[in-house]
């Protein structure tokens, strides 16, 4: 599957941004569907993973309550809302695809497919 993140830009602190992740290929209702984001000079750190259906997810702590993940498998594509948006919440978003199961969500290298990333930049 091949998927295209984007939605970025420049917001204001306590502001808002949507993001998109588009995907190509295969059938996406088959995969779990992860956030990443990555700051310069940091780790990628996990956002949020959504099931196959939508029926579940799973938020990174300093996320939850923020941001909200969801998806429309009809038009594959999966969203991430971000409220409340904070200076340290800049980073190069990424989306990405396929982890073997729930329990290996919040490990970045467990997803085999990527999108290009997006960037987000908070302002104070």
């Known amino acids: 599957v091949q998927l295209q993140a984007f939605g970025g830009g420049l917001v204001q602190a306590g502001g808002s941004l949507r993001l998109s992740c588009t995907a190509s290929?295969?059938?996406?209702?088959?995969?779990?569907v992860g956030w990443f984001r990555q700051a310069p000079g940091k780790e990628r750190e996990f956002v949020a993973a959504?099931?196959?259906?939508?029926?579940?997810?799973k938020y990174a702590d300093s996320m939850e309550g923020r941001f909200t993940i969801s998806r429309d498998n009809d038009q594959k594509t999966i969203f991430l809302q971000m409220n409340n948006l904070k200076p340290l919440d800049s980073a190069v978003y990424y989306c990405?695809?396929?982890?073997?199961?729930?329990?290996?969500?919040?490990?970045?290298?467990?997803?085999?497919?990527w999108g290009q990333g997006t960037l987000v930049t908070v302002s104070s």
């Open positions: 990405a695809a396929d982890p073997p199961g729930p329990h290996a969500v919040l490990a970045s290298d467990e997803y085999d497919y």
């Open positions: 290929g295969r059938a996406f209702s088959n995969d779990i």
């Open positions: 959504i099931s196959r259906s939508g029926g579940s997810t």
